[in-house]
């Protein structure tokens, strides 16, 4: 139903350690590949969230529901509390950086 586009590893590894150690709580829009890298019991992990469409990731404490189509039903409890944000939009066009921004 979902394409999920995976990083290599070496890339995976790099984005981890640079979210690391710049973050302390991060929103991950449409990375689940990434926020699922981290480690699974570390602070940021548990302190940041994954912000998806997938519902296969539901079960995760930091699962979001997210549509990019929707950008302001994001809830308002988590506006303006992350420290950095990883986006990866699902597509490139005009139309889905315009929603990303």
Known sequence: KFNQYWYSKPTIDA???EISENATRAAFLSTPSVFFS???ESKLRLNSRVFDLDTRFK?????VEYDFKKPNEIPKSLHHTFDYV???PPFVSADAMKLYS
């Open 86 to 88: 990883i986006i990866d």
């Open 38 to 40: 981290l480690p699974k």
């Open 15 to 17: 984005m981890v350690m």
């Open 59 to 63: 079960k995760d404490p930091g699962f």
